[in-house]
């Protein structure tokens, strides 16, 4: 078997590991690591373990006592060069006498790159799979989001009838998908750090915005309510959000903040780009699921915010009702997203648009 061969058999396994990560990395990326000889038989493999543990390849050298002479190392993400809560895996590398590492992609975050030059200044040889870069990406998407545009990701999710609607006239609380595509739901809550609402939604609907109908950690919620019109009794305000918000209502600030929510007082015409700035630089989320409504979900479209967008389609039909978009804003959706899937859940349809 010719040495490309295996290192992309490898590579595809060490793909493999870094999908079985759990969130508890974060804020590292996750990656996943294969030691392996010449013939292409596997000596040892690692992931990256929960924050300030162990990173992939340190936990796939430590499998090996450290003594891995001769070896090669398979590695979805270019091994890091710092010092921080563990060694730098470039210097792990060298010391374990690996000879040769294959990278799926390059590390971009400044305070870790450097790792592949580091190897080759050692006398260990280097070889990027640039075949394996997008799944690599895909999979930690939230963090190459947060080292290049210092914000968190942001993924919409909207529920519509077949007719078009999200929710009828009379503001009363309608549920449009089944139960399948809730658990859907509430599965992709449990997969951002926060989760999003404007205060016209949580007065009109009370909602939690918490995760029960799968096994998962509640994230935190955010409210974007300018005046502070947000009701202090809503169910949402003893889950401890963050409300971002121009107002200069002491006395209202007071009542919020007596109840466990954290009030961010942004400037009178205060972007949503400075708001999801603040989310990542200061209370480090590095994702957030956008819930509603539909005024929320089309400002943070309109500065062309929204990274990924779920859209649920059931098959009801209810006449008549508010319409997720108006025509310029449909316009926009188009111009900005391309399909990448589309699925069925029982009844309903399940479509993922990512931005252009």
Sequence with gaps: MEN???AIKMMTKAVELSKQCADVTYPNPKVGAVIFDDSGDIKSVGNTQ?????????????????????LNMAVTLEPCNHFGRTTPC???????????????????NPKSCGGAEYLRQNCVEVEFLDQFSNEVE??????????????????????????????????????????ETEKYTHSLRASHM????????????????????????DPVPVIYSRNLSVDSESKI????????SSSSDTQKIKELTQKGANIEIMGDNFSIKESLQLLW?????????????????????KEDLIDEFHLLTSEMEIGNGYNLFDTEQEKLFK???SKVLSTTCDKDTIEVFQRN
């Design 90 to 108: 470039s210097h792990a590398i060298i010391k374990a006498g690996i000879k040769k590492v294959y990278i799926a992609k390059k590390e971009e």
């Design 4 to 6: 490309k061969t295996i």
């Design 50 to 70: 929960c924050y300030g543990s162990d990173h992939a390849e340190a936990f796939a050298i430590k499998v090996l006592e450290g003594k891995a002479e001769g």
């Design 335 to 337: 111009n900005l997203f």
């Design 281 to 301: 630089e200061k209370h480090r989320i590095n994702s957030m699921l956008l819930e509603g409504g539909a005024d929320l979900i089309a400002s943070f479209m």
């Design 237 to 244: 305000i003893k889950n401890s959000p963050i409300i971002f």
């Design 138 to 179: 895909f999979l930690n998407r939230y963090f190459f989001k947060n080292i290049r545009e210092n914000r968190c990701w942001i993924t919409a999710k909207a529920a519509i009838t077949k007719d078009g609607f999200i929710s009828v006239t009379n503001s009363a609380p309608l549920q449009i998908t089944c139960e």
């Design 194 to 217: 926060a989760i999003c609402a404007g205060a016209q939604t949580v007065n009109a609907d009370n909602p939690m915005l918490t995760v029960r109908a799968v096994i998962g950690k």
